[in-house]
T-cell receptor
């Protein structure tokens, strides 16, 4: 069974641009979460989706948004990029909203210049 | 406000020794406490997890000890191996599947 797939693996953008990251969960998994990982702030929760509905949202500005499609695939978007948005963005999937076992992808490394 | 505090930040252990990583939490609503292992270039991988109604859980060389009254939990790695060298994160689950992570511990096991 394939794991969580995130694309692209690396991304370089400049300040003010926007970016879209993609996540394909493990087959059969219907819940997707996003986390930001930085050396300074560690791992921080961004959002959680189940059945195309956002269940929870972390403490991030409105520039960060996401969505989930009917096939459980998810995307997150960051608009008006800032230097501080440089981070590893991790997607995790779980079987459903009640299953706490999260399986993480390898992430998308975003660099904002 | 950091709700899960993890220590130490780094740890060096000799092969065969015991690695111990500690975490403390504040929010009594947390109901699930996993530990994740992360290798460079990879995402975190679930290692072992415990619920607050259990004081200890063991899986192979990995054991979680949980003290609900003190709001603390720890990971013990017995017979530590060089292949265990990685960054370890404790976490606590709140609403939904939202995890609050500790700051991480970089473990190095010397051969």
């Amino acid at each position: 069974k394939a794991g969580v797939t995130q694309t692209p693996r690396y991304l370089i953008k400049t300040r003010g641009q926007q970016v879209t990251l993609s996540c394909s969960p493990i087959s059969g998994h219907r819940s997707v979460s996003w986390y930001q990982q930085t050396p300074g702030q560690g791992l921080q929760f961004l959002f959680e989706y189940f059945s195309e509905t956002q269940r929870n949202k972390g403490n991030f500005p409105g520039r960060f948004s996401g969505r989930q499609f009917s096939n459980s695939r998810s995307e997150m978007n960051v608009s008006t990029l800032e230097l501080g948005d440089s981070a590893l963005y991790l997607c995790a999937s779980s079987l459903d909203a009640l299953n706490e076992k999260l399986f993480f992808g390898s992430g998308t490394q975003l660099s904002v210049l | 406000q950091q709700q899960v505090k993890q220590s130490p930040q780094s740890l060096i252990v000799q092969k065969g020794g015991i690695s111990i990583i500690n975490c403390a939490y504040e929010n009594t609503a947390f109901d699930y406490f996993p530990w994740y292992q992360q290798f460079p270039g990879k995402g975190p991988a679930l290692l072992i997890a415990i619920r607050p109604d259990v004081s200890e859980k063991k899986e192979g060389r990995f054991t979680i000890s949980f003290n609900k009254s003190a709001k603390q939990f720890s990971l013990h790695i017995m017979d530590s191996q060089p292949g265990d060298s990685a960054t370890y994160f404790c976490a606590a689950k709140g609403a939904g599947n939202m995890l609050t992570f500790g700051g991480g511990t970089r473990l190095m096991v010397k051969p």
